[in-house]
């Protein structure tokens, strides 16, 4: 279907007993030729039935509800077109064994599509890359038993705050790697290496080791000897917690930190006071550089190091020509070589980036001079895989049942956080493409009683204690789940305030399973404590962000766990896609018997419906049943709550049009061609798509349809359109400046 079509497309899928329409439809013969809309119109009169006027909407949450009849004859006009392939196992057969049919449920005079239907059991590819269970386990990012920081050279004081503050004994193998090249100032670097292996500590502890031997007296009034760029302020607070950690060690070394969303004022009073570590996004720091004078003073005598981290992403975000300019702002400045004689004579580069491909090489030639490439795979040039000890999941959901899988992992993370000391803190994180995606599935896995809503304002209601609705648990349980949200458009103190509290163990987290709903502008770098799990419900834009979301599990040698959602169809093609990053293989799970019966089995999903003589068709207990209860309750919610059916709405348009924005290489796995819209729409709890209920999104939305009706788009330039819209809101997620 593709994004032009009108509503009167939109399959329903319904699940029926007999399967009676569908046979007679067939019977009756398949017309062929002319455009979709003629054969529909000829099919429709075939059957008897006049077709609908133009313009005559029929929505399912009026009252004017179709009979089932009526939508059973809609959804049986084409029982054997290739529709199914798009959603329900791609071009593969049906299996033939038919499993038990859950009715279509009619709630007040509604009828509402099922979730499952007859065609339950899809077919998907075979596990080419299976997990081998028995091999034996290897911590490829765990610190190395047999090295030291002293064998480095690094300083006593040093190596004991390690130790005894930061509870670091031994080095990493990235380490170990970069901290001696790095200490004899030879060359640039170019640093590669895998997510979570202490690659921070491996460019900071070499320039505060070249300070502390200075052997002259360094105050923050000494000037600025290191300069660290990261694409995102998240990552940049991230490592100027880490270099003020360090600094406890010699309390006279002050680092700033400058990124956008906060006060340049304050940013300039504190450089004017000194600093020696300067941290920030490109956006600000070269802002600071054309119009604050006191940093080129500080800058002038003592600039030896300057880091780019996440080289890739810089890249990837465009900070190019921003880079150029910084440098070549740095390179202007006079280095006084006299009053630090033992520091390098010249600037050394460090570029660190998990790929050692595409543009990164070229930031590479623009950047280093002379450099030495430090990869912790076993070829230099290897690509850099997941961490050995992660356990990799896939499973292939079709897209109606996005919503309910995604609660059945998480109730089953949340039933296993149960199972540990009840002081632990389980944290899990769910990858999504945009930010009104996030906000759609925050709201719709959170409390929604409406008590904090727009009162206390969103960064109090993260700190009050979160509540959730995940299925197995009734209104007396306590479920001790919090749930987060963390996206570009929200302003940077909650951003910072939400990191925080999902970072912290304290009294508010303790023996809670903490469950950040998020966008990329997580997945970079970010260092977030103990999380068990990963979720990428959505594929991520480019296979180098699934590497980092992985990322923020299994770190520095510890364990970790990672699922992926991908929907039937072509989308499976991208497994072989990824195989080079999981040497160490997967498991392939089947979203039903593995993911959805053990979460939804022998649970009592509580009805937030009323009208209990509805439901009396349902089997008390039985899994299925339970999930689709659980669906119903977040559909019914959209019908009556209008703040979440906007967020809702606003959610799939968003994710349909951050859908077209794959990377050129990938988009043969990431077609919206082959995307089923109406059951997409389903995942949002939404029992339409929001055309057909004719909903539009906001201001853009209105002003988008005025002009398809001025003059109708063609599809190609639509696609175009979407595709910048969601260019743009991707840049705007990660607020660079
Ligand atoms: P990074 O890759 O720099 O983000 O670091 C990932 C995690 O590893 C952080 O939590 C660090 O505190 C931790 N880490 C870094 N170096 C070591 C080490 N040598 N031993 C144990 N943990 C480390």
């Given at each position: 279907m593709s994004f032009d079509d009108d509503d009167d497309g939109m399959l329903l899928n319904f699940a029926t007993d007999s399967g009676d329409a569908g046979e007679s439809a067939q019977n009756r013969g398949k017309i062929t030729g002319g455009t979709w809309k003629d054969r529909r119109k000829a099919k429709l009169l075939q059957d008897g039935r006049k077709p609908r006027p133009r313009g005559e909407k029929r929505s399912l949450?009026?009252?004017s509800a179709p009979t089932f009849e009526e939508l059973q004859s809609e959804t049986s006009d084409s029982p054997s077109e290739p529709k199914r392939s798009r959603f329900d196992g791609g071009s593969q057969p049906v299996k033939e064994e038919q499993p038990r049919v859950v009715q279509p449920v009619q709630l007040n005079a509604q009828i509402v599509s099922s979730l499952f239907t007859s065609s339950r059991n899809i077919d998907t590819v075979t596990n080419s890359n299976a997990h081998d269970e028995k091999a034996e386990v290897t911590y490829s990012n765990a610190p190395l038993v047999g090295d030291t920081f002293e064998s480095f050279g690094i300083t006593d004081a040093m190596v004991t705050h390690l130790k005894d503050k930061m509870k670091i004994d031994k080095p990493t193998k990235i380490q170990k790697l970069v901290i001696p090249p790095f200490l004899e100032s030879k060359n640039d670097l170019f640093i590669h290496a895998q997510t979570g292996s202490g690659k921070t500590l491996a460019f900071l502890l070499p320039i505060f080791q070249s300070i502390l031997t200075l052997g002259q007296n360094v105050s923050r009034q000494s000037g600025c000897f290191g300069l660290i760029v990261t694409p995102t302020r998240e990552l940049a607070n991230q490592i100027y917690q880490v270099t003020s950690e360090l600094a406890q060690c010699c309390h006279f070394l002050v680092p700033c930190l400058l990124i956008g969303g906060e006060r340049k004022k304050s940013e300039k009073a504190r450089l004017r006071k000194g600093a020696n570590f300067i941290i920030g996004t490109p956006g600000r720091v070269l802002d600071h550089l054309q119009n604050t004078k006191v940093i080129k003073e500080q800058l002038a005598p003592s600039l030896r190091y300057v880091v780019l981290d996440e080289g890739d992403k810089l890249m990837e975000l465009g900070f190019e020509e921003t880079l150029k300019e910084i440098l070549n702002i740095i390179h202007s400045i006079d280095i006084d070589t006299h009053q630090f004689p033992k520091l390098p004579k010249r600037i050394l580069h460090v570029l660190c980036s998990a790929?050692?491909?595409?543009n990164v090489t070229k930031l590479g030639n623009v950047t280093l001079e002379n450099y030495k490439l430090i990869s912790s795979g076993k070829k230099q040039t290897e690509t850099t895989t997941v961490p050995d000890q992660l356990i990799q999941r896939i499973v292939i959901v079709p897209p109606k049942l996005r919503l309910v899988t995604l609660a059945g992992s998480l109730t089953t993370l949340t039933q296993k956080h149960y199972k540990r000391a009840k002081s632990e803190v389980t944290r899990t994180i769910v990858f999504l493409t945009c930010s009104d995606s996030v906000d759609f599935h925050y709201e719709a896995f959170s409390s929604h009683d409406g008590n904090h809503r727009g009162l206390v304002g969103e960064t109090a209601r993260l700190l009050t204690k979160g509540n959730t609705v995940?299925?197995?648990?009734?209104?007396?349980?306590?479920?001790?789940v919090v749930c987060y949200k963390l996206h570009g458009s929200l302003s940077q103190q909650v951003r910072t305030a939400t990191l925080k509290h999902f970072a912290t163990n304290n009294d508010a987290t303790k023996g809670r399973h903490l469950i950040l709903f998020c966008t990329d502008v997580a997945s970079r770098g970010l260092d977030l404590p103990h999380v068990s799990t990963v979720i990428e419900m959505d594929p991520p834009f480019a296979v180098e962000d699934h590497l980092h979301r992985i990322g923020r599990t299994a770190r520095a040698g510890s364990e970790g766990e990672s699922l992926l959602f991908l929907l039937p169809g072509?989308?499976?093609?991208y497994l072989d896609y990824i195989k080079p990053y999981h040497p160490k293989g997967w498991q392939l799970l089947t979203y039903d018997e593995q993911v959805l019966r053990p979460a939804f089995e022998g649970l009592n999903v509580k009805r937030t419906d009323k009208r209990k003589e509805d439901w009396d068709k349902y089997e008390a207990q039985a899994w299925d049943n339970n999930a689709t209860t659980w669906h119903l309750n977040v559909e019914r919610r959209v019908i009556d709550d209008s703040h979440f059916k906007e967020l809702a709405v606003k959610g799939y348009m968003s994710h349909i049009r951050a859908y077209a924005t794959h990377l050129s290489a990938e988009k043969k796995f990431f077609n919206l061609k082959c995307l089923h819209l109406g059951h997409l729409a389903k995942s949002f709890a939404l029992r339409e798509r929001p055309k057909s209920m004719g909903l539009q999104q906001g201001k853009a939305g209105a002003a988008a349809s005025a002009s398809q009706k001025k003059s109708k788009e063609d599809s190609k330039s639509k696609m175009l359109r979407m595709a910048r819209m969601a260019m743009k809101q991707s840049n705007d997620e990660f607020n660079f400046a």
């Open positions: 949450e009026s009252g790929t050692v491909k595409g995940l299925p197995c648990f009734n209104d007396t349980d306590d479920p001790n072509e989308e499976e093609g």
